[in-house]
DNA sequence: TTGAAAGCGCTAACAG
DNA sequence: CTGTTAGCGCTTTCAA
């Protein structure tokens, strides 16, 4: 379209008085250049206002200096700290971000072609379920570096992975309404089904169950928020404690109670996961788990650029989690 | 780091019995190619998963094929939703989306150097006041395609700006406060000072003062939410309404309200802007405008691309905003 | 309708 | 320490 009148690396060696690939050793600070040259090569740079094209150096050094982040949505409450631990994470690194949706490509029929991959991207962050099985394979066959945030590797391939630790952190907040709070009948309201951190969330109700003796009553395990609450009631079932797979669900299931006309938390308590911003503005105040999202993201980045650097990486990151004590599961706070 | 061994035009092209330049045409549309060919040269293509690559198409083509967004950080409620508005427009027209975050650059006394340029993409929306003017300026000159997101053109730049109706929504909101509910003493809690759209909704506050007869009394005007309410109160201020400039402010003021043991809106009605998430679940339920600011950001990439490829685009788009009446301003709902 | 060839701006051997 | 040169993979005249 229009012209922009940029600087070449050209310029800059002419104008300096050497040669290109002495302005491309002071630019890349490889290999060794006398101190006057260089000073005067950084000169004649900024006099120019030069900056060196992308697309060229890509091409000539088969790197992109770009990480891809591909998600199925922009949305939920994870997603804002999420981007923000990957967006300083790829700038310290030194890589420029791009970000790819895949929500509208998937189930449409056609073969999904993603613009995000080896051509345009030096790696790749994929959350949770935002890309196909079989392209994760194909761009791991491809020697491409990929690193899986909330979400485990496919079987017997060992992608890195960084997540937060899920079981553990639900087995603490049940053992706790058991214990301190003695809850029995706890419910589990899954969140919605893909998302594999509510698998681990109800394994870590299940363990807790375990521990304390108490048989796993399948009544007492629904998926959804609201609905399943108002279905759990006209069952009949009647549990003391209600323990959703994520504060976004816990909301749901709130109203739910309230519309039934149960205060929460003397005729039932509620708990959630994830510690989101209005859990603590809810009323009564959300008791939850907090997981580092932010520093999740930040250390994924981390290992990828590990990854693309030297080929190697942690093959799982587990962050750990906190319990956050709040007044919905009769805590005095 | 590790080689991918990606298939290039040139294999396609051997492979299809053509040219490459052949092949060229037929991935780009460009130039007439008899459908035999074509054919042979797509299953070639296919066969080989072949993808062109993105950094040697831009070297040639001098376009990037890629939109940068520049904001300061990634927070507030404004973000998701114009995030989410841009990545479906740049995917929409076939870009890629590049994010960049500007928060850690500012005030370091270096000069700033913006990854995101002419040099990695093929036209900038601006957010706010992520960018120096002296930036801004810089790259219109250097005829850069630039639109503005929520703030206007530097003076006599006149370049594309895309935004809601803050003032004319501020108007609307205030006059039902004095029409509707009969409140006259109606203070103006600023929100940050930097934003630009505060500015713009102060004014439609200041103009349905006027247009009510009602006059501008500067000890009902504040910046912030929980401290200003704080000393509004101390100062012995007593409004019989409170307008925020957004809900953010309008949490905080509804805090402080609450610590002051003042009800809402029996004692005091209280009303805000943006309908972020959470308003319809505070306590009471917000009174607001709603701003969309999902359709504007994907205004914004469009007037962009328009931009981008022809040179021309609206110099200025202001979307409708909409009253939401709830609670808080003692409507009945 | 197709092909040959000249770059796009830069990096990275390889010489000196 | 510095320069020469051959590409990187693609688009795009210009001829055929």
């Given amino acids: 379209m229009t012209d922009f009148s940029r600087a070449t690396i050209a310029d800059v060696a002419e104008r300096a008085g050497v040669s290109i690939a002495t302005v491309s050793r002071v630019l890349n600070k490889t290999g060794q250049v006398s101190s006057v040259t260089a000073t005067r090569v950084q000169t004649a740079i900024e006099e120019?206002?030069?900056t060196p094209h992308a697309a060229a150096r890509g091409l000539a050094s088969r790197k992109t200096n770009t990480i891809g982040l591909i998600l199925r949505e922009i949305g939920g409450e994870f997603f804002q700290p999420m981007l923000r631990g990957?967006?300083?994470?790829?700038r310290e690194h030194g890589y420029d971000l791009l970000i790819h949706c895949t929500h509208r490509i998937h189930g449409q029929g056609l073969p999904p072609h993603y613009p995000l991959s080896e051509h345009n991207?030096?790696?790749l962050l994929v959350f949770t379920d935002s890309l196909d099985e079989a392209e994760i394979i194909?761009?791991?066959?491809?020697?491409?570096p990929l690193v899986l945030l909330h979400r485990s590797s496919p079987d017997g391939l060992d992608i890195p992975c960084v997540t937060v630790e899920n079981k553990l952190g639900a087995r603490r907040l049940v053992d706790y309404l058991i214990e301190e709070r003695g809850y029995h009948r706890i419910a589990f309201l899954a969140g919605p089904e893909d998302a594999e951190d509510s698998h681990w969330r109800e394994m870590g109700y299940r363990d807790a169950l375990e521990a304390h003796g108490i048989s796993f009553d399948p009544a007492l395990?629904?998926?959804g928020g609201f609905r399943a609450v108002t279905e759990l009631l006209e069952d009949g079932v009647r549990p003391d404690a209600i323990f959703c797979?994520?504060?976004?669900?816990?909301?749901?299931?709130?109203?739910a109670l309230k519309a039934s006309g149960l205060r929460v938390p003397e005729?039932?308590?509620l708990v959630g996961f994830d510690d989101i911003p209005v859990a603590r503005h809810l009323n009564p105040p959300l008791t939850t788990v907090r997981a580092p999202i932010e520093t999740a993201a930040r250390e994924a980045v981390q290992q990828l650029v590990r990854l693309?650097?030297?080929?190697?990486?942690?093959?799982?990151?587990?962050?750990?989690t906190e319990l956050v004590i709040r007044r919905s599961c009769g805590a005095a706070g």
């Fill in 138 to 144: 194909r761009l791991h066959h491809a020697q491409f």
């Fill in 221 to 223: 395990m629904r998926v």
């Fill in 86 to 90: 990957i967006e300083a994470g790829t």
């Fill in 121 to 123: 991207s030096d790696g």
């Fill in 308 to 320: 693309i650097r030297t080929s190697e990486a942690e093959k799982l990151i587990l962050l750990p």
């Fill in 245 to 255: 797979g994520d504060d976004d669900t816990a909301i749901g299931a709130l109203a």
């Fill in 267 to 269: 005729d039932i308590a």
């Fill in 48 to 50: 120019l206002n030069f």
